[in-house]
């Protein structure tokens, strides 16, 4: 899901940069290092454009200058129970791998409907019903979150296709 | 899931009441049972008395997971004396046999919990990861077992093995030497034909060389696409590397484009866990009975029974392997073919450039073999630094960080050295150099040259590798021998089946087990026959301070039924020796017509192509001097014997880290040198009784030398005879060994001079440095006698005097010889 979230980041900069371009050079740092980083609960999808500088502050013995950034992001974070789309990466027997954005989930054989069956001999490996619905690398696909957890930088999520509506999307 | 009696509480107890019935729902933490355990306290009265009194404290025992209830193994009013006792069996709804990044794949919960209940983690339940792509995923032991029955089964159906595949050497070659992609880009260039089908790619993620935007040029081994399509219908294939896994991809994707030989099944380093070692058991942890690897190193397998070593495939001299510093460094090859890799600029006549060609198809499938050392791009790391290293290497992240660095190092001296391009520099000017010759040799003549063999200039690089021939026609017969016996073991027990039906025992249950073989029983069985019977000897083989029962050459050669012996005996059937030096273990096997004295080729060819080859074209020369008109003919036997109670001589020649790197022109001037000095000589020597046998063997050298045949081993001999005495010093304790290796470092210094007198390239070469260390290792036997020729070799410039001290040098050794 979605948020609109209020942060603060710390940025140094180096004396090198002292000068009328501060701002901008202290924007292009907080873009840099926060857009699409995961911090284990969400990741920041995007920097909205207001933000608030402090007054910098130099460090004593180092000579590099502190700003304290305030500023709202988009943020999303998944949740137990969220429906989302991703990616498949890769289809191995004992389910398949997907990408959501930036989390990885795994899809369990136990989690994928019976009469979808895996399929070792298909070049590409896949796991297909033998109609229209086929699984290998690279599809679009549906699915539920079923358990979550976050480790400091890396989100891992086990995902269900069990329900309905769930699956590859027909594109 | 069997609970049992935790540790921890106050035994013994006395269950009061169960909660719940068979067949009962219970949930985590909730009570399973009530018991009392007695203890004793202190108690006080109204009277500040206090005393000692026995209570009883009622308590509950909680649940410690979900499901349902079982058996009971407890009843009230059992007594529970300690921790390990069965309490009941409960029924989980989910064992969490797969886990994913410590969630299990089938309830979604979270493995890593902790707290009061928990007696063993749950993430501990799945361990295993057979994933070739990802570490995250793991499962237990029984889900192991039954993907990899499935996959038997599957594989049995289709008759199809496993086959573990090694990239970098294997089947591939990378360099990054951008001096490829300008050779691609000029079709007059003389390495085109062999360069035009390298594919080239950049890793977007490389920060392993801190250098931006480095390109990888692959060189796939000829005959590569036909190898894949033809074993793919043998064998399920898989990728093992010990590249990253972007390289790992980036090249997958240039040898399997479609990706229908391998699919998503790679492994690189970043899922092995270690960078030191492959194990089939990363992939296949329960069983490997099914499992073949090729690989062209054995020790990073531990010599595993499954693993087909192949020839090396280097392609890029020099260029090693890329990914290899994260590996434990290879035991060193002394190289017997050794090629002028380094031309020396000097005049060149002719018939050196042909011998470089017509020996080339002779080496073609050894030339793999020869591997030039794999830091030679490095340079400066000496043999003993390199061990040090070796040794030192631990998990620790300053050796990680000092791999990691070494792997720049290598690359960024490809990118800024290019030694190619130097050495195709070299090469050229070589060329060049033999057609001005070659022009002043047809005016001299007058006689018309085949003059258009000049016409091109040489390549440094040769496309003619056919390893992977010889390894199809292994994996053919590794995987006709498996479903023979498979087939042979199915239809065997058929009969037995009926009985076995009437038996106890499920037959389907049996079967698998019963009628699979296992290539780990196979494979060496079949190895085995090649060489079986063989008694092998090594001589100037293996580097000085190697144990060679335990050497890289004789571990590969004993897996093909050889033994390998010490000393030469009467068991001895092959000597393997380097034709350049002739030892003494070549001298006394010289004696004895049974025993072949091949050089290191002969070995290579067995063993890569799992068939006694036959010696003759690998036997080394042997004057008929040394093989019958030896003055020691008589001896024989008190020889024999003498060798044998001599201690083990484990170690072998002392090898200078340092290769001879003098061309085969330079050879040859010397040896036309030497013929001269010998032409004057020879009346006086002859003359004279025939007690040295060198002098044989120098006549015998001339003699073969005049009649056309050019064998710049010969004329060597006559420094290596000494060499080789040393062979004979029993080097059994360490003391001695590394008193000795002193020694020898100390001489290297004084010995440069020598070798600067004889105008060779500078670097102290091992038969230079022979007849000293020899000679330090009699015993001072023979200190006295050598000294003399030593300080010859100081005073003289002129090449014939010094040719005529390592003369005296040989001659007082035979000597020496005799009185032993």
Redesign the interface.
Known sequence: MFFLKELEKTIQLHPSYFGPLIRSHIHRELLTKEEGSSTGKFTIVCILDSFEISDGQVIPGSGYAEYIVHYKAIVWRPY?GEVMDGVVT??????F?VDCGSL?A??????IPSDIKFD??A???QWTDNGEQVIE?GTNIRIK?????S?VD?M???G?MKEDYLGPLQT | MKLRSPPGLHYPITVVELAKQRDQDITRSSPLFTYYYESVVTEGNKYGETREVKKRFPAKFDCSTDGIIGEWFIKNGTVIHGSGVDLVEIEEPCTHEIQFGSLCANCGRDMTEVDYLTAERNVDRATINTTHDNIALLVSQKEAVRAEEDSKRRLLGAKKLSLVVDLDQTVIHTTCERTIAEWQADPENPNYEAVKDVQGFQLADDNVAHVAANWYYVKMRPGLEDFFDRVSTMYEMHVYTMATRAYAQAVAKIIDPDGKYFGSRILSRDENYTDKLKTLHRLFPTNTDMVVIIDDRADIWHYSDNLVRVPVFNFFPGAGDINASFLPKQQELVTSTAKSILPAPSLPTDSIGEEGETSNPFSVAAKPTETVLIETSNGVLTELEQQLISMSSGDSPEVLEQQVKEQEKVIISQQIERPLLQKQLLLDQEDEAAEESELAVETENGELQSSEHHKHRHSILHDDDRGLDVIEENLRRIHRTFFDEYQRKKTGAQGGRIAELRGEKSPKKRSLEEFVPDVKVLMPRMKREVLGGCTVVFSGIIPLGLDVQFSDFALWIKSFGAEVSLNVTRQTTHVIANPDRKTTKVKRAARYPHIKIVNADWMFQCCTRWERVDETPYLIEVDAAERGGSPFGNLEDEDIAVTGDEDGDNIDEAESPVQLDMSDEKWQSLGDEFQDFMDESEDTDNGSDSDSESVHSEAGALAESKSGKKKRKRTTGSTDVSDAEDSDASVNSTSRLQRRKKRVLERVTSLTNVVSADKSSGLPSPETTGPEEGQADEDGKNDIVANPGVGDLEEDDEIGAELLAGFQNSDSDGEGDGEE
């Open positions: 137990k890769s289809v191995i027997r004992s389910g791998f990885q795994f899809v369990g054989r136990s989690m070792a001999a070049t590409p490996a690398k979150i079923k358990g979550l957890r480790e890396k891992y999520a086990i269900t």
